[in-house]
């Protein structure tokens, strides 16, 4: 059974500082992975999708790599702005067709960016 | 806009009752999945369906029912409500399983059972 794992918590920068959210997995045999913003009392916004065929993707500010056989991802976020400030869940997605290949969460990691 | 509709927002039931929370989407998506967070904690996937008429249970299905009539809508049934479904409810759905597909999240539904 997938696990992902996000470390840490909860993150709090000051204001302009580059930084690095981490995401384990523990099945390499992932589908994609997907980044999502998820701002207090709201829903899910995808980030980034990175397939398990690429290693990473770029947004703006925001670039996420994957390594499957290392079992990580990494959401890089530069020069952060206190708008950044949110909870940001990485999801694998299985490779087997059980389930719909499903998503599996992290808990994610709370990010506080402080002016 | 395109997207996931889910209603209603927000929810109080009381022990022993019944509900069913909305989802529609009108991006003509097959795939369609109701999960719930619990505070701090990832989201769980409660039912799934591959396409109308097809439906099939997640990781934690008990107390709950689901039903997929047409591409658009995939409702979730509460029946008996108990403390422990206290969460947040998240209905998502994808164009398809392949690799180069995501979900698409609705805003969610804040549920307290009391």
């Known amino acids: 059974k997938q696990e992902v794992t996000q470390i840490p918590a909860a993150l709090s920068v000051p204001e302009g500082e580059n930084l690095v959210l981490n995401c384990s997995f523990t099945d390499s045999a992932i589908y994609n992975l997907q980044w999502f913003r998820q701002d207090p009392g709201k829903g899910l916004t995808s980030l980034l999708l990175i397939q398990s065929s690429q290693r990473e993707q770029t947004s703006g500010r925001l670039n996420a790599s994957l390594d499957k056989s290392s079992g990580r991802s990494t959401l890089y976020i530069a020069a952060s702005q206190p708008g950044d400030s949110a909870t940001y869940l990485c999801?694998?997605?299985?490779?087997?067709?059980?389930?719909?290949?499903?998503?599996?969460f992290g808990s994610g990691t709370q990010l506080t960016v402080l002016p | 806009n395109a997207g996931v509709t889910q209603t209603p927002k927000f929810r109080i039931l009381k022990i022993g009752q019944s509900m069913t929370l909305q989802c529609t989407q009108d991006?003509?998506?097959?795939?369609m999945y109701w999960y719930r967070q619990d505070p701090g904690m990832g989201l769980k996937l409660i039912y799934y369906?591959?396409?109308?008429?097809?439906?099939d249970k997640g990781e934690v299905p008990n107390g709950y029912n689901v039903s997929r009539s047409t591409t658009e809508d995939f409702p979730l049934r509460l029946e008996l409500a108990a403390p422990s479904q206290t969460s947040v409810y998240f209905c998502?759905?994808?164009?398809?399983?392949?690799?180069?597909?995501?979900?698409?999240f609705g805003s969610g539904t804040r549920l307290t059972v009391v």
């Open positions: 991006m003509n998506h097959n795939y």
């Open positions: 998502a759905s994808s164009w398809s399983a392949g690799q180069g597909y995501g979900y698409t």
């Open positions: 369906s591959v396409g109308a008429g097809i439906t």
């Open positions: 999801a694998s997605r299985g490779a087997d067709s059980g389930s719909a290949r499903q998503l599996t």
